[in-house]
């Protein structure tokens, strides 16, 4: 069965110092995979998807994650962390179940960025 | 329409009373998601709809849920005799693709409170 671990529930950084936020996944086949941000009091934004195309995916605000398949592992990382990069991420991966899709969610990582 | 829409945006009730949710996807997506998410926690799936059709509502937490949708717009969550436990954040989706790996596009949630 597909599940999605975020490893930190908790993650803080000071302004431009690099963020990591780590997501382990478990599948039998390579999945699409995606990266979430909900901003405090916002609607959930799609930062990122893998789909197999490029195992280095770039998406906005400067994120990028990077499918390591040995691994399997999908971690999302910035070079340099904003203030507005406060927020929580939630790591995402499809599933399909009794002819239903899911998209299974992590249960986040929040990140505190400090002045 | 531009974006996903959910009403009401929040819902203060009480316990025993029924309670219904709606949300318009954008307009000529085909399949539409619910989720819960608690206070602090992730998100929690619910239901997917293809169309007008829910091939599995195995993520419903009780037969007090419910979910509708007509042909390929609105839907609405119906729970009846609501519980404290129900108190939550409703979130819906909605995406172009029938299968995975579409990006999904939520709306800013139906806040539930009940007391």
New interface residues.
Partial sequence: AQSVTQLDSHVSVSEGTPVLLRCNYSSSYSPSLFWYVQHPNKGLQLLLKYTSAATLVKGINGFEAEFKKSETSFHLTKPSAHMSDAAEYFCVAPLLSSGTYKYIFGTGTRLKVLA | GAG?SQSPSNKVTEKGKDVELRCDPISGHT?L?W?RQRLG???E?LI?F?GNS???K??LPSDRFSAERTGESVSTLTIQRTQQEDSAVY?C?SSSRR???G??F????SRLTVL
């Fill in positions: 996903v399949a998601y989720y926690q992730g998100l799936f997917y293809q829910a091939p599995d195995s993520g979130l989706a299968g995975l790996g990006e999904l939520f709306g800013e949630g």
